[in-house]
């Protein structure tokens, strides 16, 4: 059986940011991160996933002892300056510890713009018709098989109950023609052969030195010792098809205007 063994203090940790980062003076408190580019984000969001995932998950939606960081509403701070504080410092009488000193105040502001980035940013009008693209979802796209919305759905992807509070119209499309562009180590799959004959296909749940387990098409859950297997495959590809020979243009801008109008707001929450 696989135990989770986590310990809350590994919430913030050491941070091995970039070399040669700016001295960021936080005197004023609205102040926004100035490491916004394409490559800042990347460099946040793999600073996120090697130091913050264990407590937060691999896509920043919280677990057990740590909040949703998707929403772009955060409980201790309402700005750029106050996350940087929060990331640095940590929050009192909670879990969340301050980074190591060591850090650079350029991979913490980096961390900053890759949070931001996960919620999609201001809300925008969008071209599609979120009816039309609700009987697309549900049927000549089968995306149920793999999604869940409110609870109805696969597992075999990422939950989409909340996913227009975490992707822009841009980002939501490009994930439908180009699902190969972003696919984090928690949707990977793996194909193995036990030395018995059996083979299987399925999401990558977990993989360690000596194990892994794998959820197949039909949600069994299979563990296997890697000294057992004549074959293993890890696949870091994505499992989703790539919709931009499947639907026309105006077909995909449905398709992403169903999408973008999932969101918290809809389910009576607050965004």
């Given at each position: 059986?696989?135990r989770?063994?986590?310990?809350?203090?590994l919430?913030?940790?050491?941070?091995?940011?970039?070399?040669g980062?700016?001295a960021?003076?936080?005197s004023?408190?609205?102040?926004?991160?100035?490491?916004?580019?394409?490559?800042?984000?990347?460099?946040?969001?793999?600073?996120?996933?090697?130091?913050?995932?264990?407590?937060h998950?691999?896509?920043a939606?919280?677990?057990?002892?740590?909040?949703?960081?998707?929403?772009?509403e955060?409980?201790?701070?309402?700005?750029?300056?106050?996350?940087?504080?929060?990331?640095?410092?940590?929050v009192?009488?909670?879990p969340?510890?301050?980074i190591?000193?060591?850090?650079?105040d350029?991979?913490?502001?980096?961390?900053?713009?890759?949070l931001?980035?996960?919620?999609?940013?201001?809300?925008?009008?969008?071209?599609?018709?979120?009816?039309?693209?609700?009987?697309?979802y549900?049927?000549?796209?089968?995306?149920a098989?793999?999604?869940?919305?409110?609870?109805e759905?696969g597992?075999?992807?990422?939950?989409?109950?909340?996913?227009?509070?975490?992707r822009?119209?841009?980002?939501?499309?490009?994930?439908?023609?180009?699902?190969?562009?972003?696919?984090?180590?928690?949707?990977?799959?793996m194909?193995?052969?036990?030395?018995?004959?059996?083979?299987?296909?399925?999401?990558?749940?977990?993989?360690?030195?000596?194990?892994?387990r794998?959820?197949?098409?039909?949600?069994?859950?299979?563990s296997?010792?890697?000294?057992?297997?004549?074959?293993?495959?890890r696949?870091?590809?994505?499992?989703m098809?790539?919709?931009?020979?499947?639907?026309?243009?105006?077909?995909?801008?449905d398709l992403?205007?169903?999408?973008?109008?999932l969101?918290?707001?809809?389910?009576?929450?607050?965004?």
């Amino acid at each position: 059986m696989l135990r989770k063994n986590v310990r809350p203090g590994l919430i913030a940790i050491f941070i091995a940011g970039s070399t040669g980062g700016l001295a960021i003076g936080l005197s004023a408190q609205e102040q926004a991160t100035p490491y916004t580019t394409v490559q800042d984000i990347q460099s946040g969001q793999q600073l996120f996933a090697r130091h913050c995932s264990i407590c937060h998950g691999v896509d920043a939606a919280g677990g057990d002892i740590a909040p949703d960081l998707t929403t772009g509403e955060f409980q201790h701070a309402g700005t750029d300056a106050g996350l940087f504080n929060v990331i640095s410092d940590g929050v009192p009488d909670t879990p969340m510890l301050g980074i190591n000193r060591g850090r650079t105040d350029q991979s913490v502001w980096q961390l900053v713009a890759y949070l931001r980035s996960l919620s999609g940013g201001p809300r925008v009008a969008v071209a599609g018709d979120a009816t039309s693209g609700a009987r697309l979802y549900r049927d000549r796209g089968s995306c149920a098989g793999c999604h869940m919305i409110d609870g109805e759905g696969g597992r075999h992807g990422p939950n989409l109950s909340t996913i227009g509070d975490r992707r822009s119209p841009d980002q939501l499309l490009s994930d439908l023609v180009d699902p190969d562009e972003r696919v984090q180590p928690h949707w990977w799959t793996m194909r193995v052969t036990h030395r018995d004959g059996t083979r299987i296909d399925g999401l990558r749940m977990n993989e360690g030195t000596y194990s892994v387990r794998i959820l197949d098409g039909d949600d069994n859950m299979w563990s296997f010792l890697k000294r057992d297997l004549l074959m293993s495959q890890r696949i870091e590809t994505s499992s989703m098809p790539a919709y931009a020979g499947t639907l026309n243009d105006g077909e995909l801008e449905d398709l992403v205007a169903y999408l973008y109008g999932l969101t918290r707001e809809d389910q009576g929450g607050a965004r």
